[in-house]
């Protein structure tokens, strides 16, 4: 194993021991469940948005160490973005995981995910949050 994948493999491992933003937001303008139904992954997403922006977004759930990695880690990098920034990075983090394409420098830690594209049994752990996050945006849109 390269030092490189050692430390995205130490990445991964720290957001799921220690996930950020994990925890309920009692105001939240949109509460989005999602579910792995392959492998027992779940999710409740939290977020509550002000003037166009992300102002909170926390989680619950339990699952493997890629889902709730990939739900911490996306939580740290959409948290305060404009709603618009925040669409443009689940697609940038779905070309890389789903279509195997170079991670954008914008990702940052979440680049530790890379390899979940090799492994096609991991890409809905890997996507889950972002998927409730895609859907807790158009909630939001439509209210």
Known sequence: ???????????????????????????????????????????????????????????????????QSSASMMTEQVKGRSLEEARDLIGKFKRMVVEGQPPAPELGDLRALEGTAKLHSRVKCATLAWNALEEALLKLEEA
């Open 1 to 67: 194993m390269s030092l490189l994948e050692e430390l995205y493999r130490e990445a991964i491992m720290l957001h799921a021991k220690n996930p950020r933003n994990f925890g309920e937001i009692a105001d939240a303008d949109v509460v989005i469940e999602g579910r792995n139904t392959s492998c027992g992954d779940e999710i409740t997403l939290y977020l509550k948005a002000d003037g166009g922006r992300i102002a909170d977004i926390a989680f619950r759930g339990h699952g493997c160490a890629i889902s």
